[in-house]
């Protein structure tokens, strides 16, 4: 298949991260762009960058938390500008230090997001889609649905459940002009994961990201997953034992504790 470009997108969590890079790297004249996302100020601020590169731009001032809401605006939107690509972005991550568990609410408000946020944004224009016998949807997980991370129990679930819910609505889609694609990417300089101090390998500027993002979009891609040996050391990661994966898990923490004392 062929390359094809959206000319109308939409993007939440678009204030910052991957999502601001996306909606920059698909700002240009004739690409209306609908942004959506819970700070005002920073949404505002994309915003004009994107329209400073010719695009059209509709803010959303939304928590994808909020179903009927969004559901709405998105609705809205779509009469005004039928929607080519969603990319249901916006996430938050909890991760707490070796052997703390996650606290109740966090675990609860991460799934909220992550997971239900997801459903919130891609269900309300599937049926907008399907009438047009056209649409992509992109869901943003992460390398961390390949693998259960002790330090992030429930982000590593969330992004589980979105690989797994991505790859059957593009099975179910399909014969509808749907396509679907997930996002499994590796660290990117994002402000989610700027106090992080353990190593990052292969960590990538969000700009980087995106590119990768729009190519693997454009391609069809059920799984755009990067950088490509961190994806796949991911996956093997996931099929080793438990006990086999706990016994490298406790040596790396020994290891990172060692070199912190040191």
Partial sequence: MGEVSPSTVVITGASSGIGR?????????????????RDAGRLEQVAVEC??????????????????????????????????????????????????VEPAD???????????????????????MRERHRGQLALVASVAAFTPLPHSPSYSASKAAVLNYGLSLRAVLAGHGIRVSVICC????????????????????????????????????????????????SRLDGLLPDRVRRFFYARSHRGRASAVNR
Avoid: C
Wanted: charged share 20%; glycine share 10%.
């Fill in 51 to 100: 329209r400073a590169r010719g695009a059209e731009v509709t803010i959303g001032l939304i928590d994808v938390r909020d179903r009927t809401a969004l559901a709405s605006w998105l609705g809205d939107f779509h009469r005004s500008h039928p929607v080519d690509l969603v990319v249901a972005n916006a996430g938050v991550l909890v991760r707490m230090p070796g052997g703390e």
């Fill in 21 to 37: 890079s996306l909606a920059l790297e698909y700002a240009a004249p004739g690409i209306v762009i609908g942004l959506v996302g």
């Fill in 106 to 128: 966090d675990a609860f408000g991460l799934m909220q997001i992550n997971v239900l946020g997801v459903l919130n944004t891609v269900q309300p224009v599937i049926p907008l």
């Fill in 186 to 233: 590796g660290f990117v300089e994002t402000p989610m994961i700027a106090d992080i101090r353990d190593p990052k390998p292969f960590n990538m500027s969000s700009e980087k990201a995106a590119e990768r993002i729009r190519r693997g979009l454009a391609n069809d891609r059920a799984v755009i997953m990067f950088p490509l040996f961190f994806a796949l050391m």
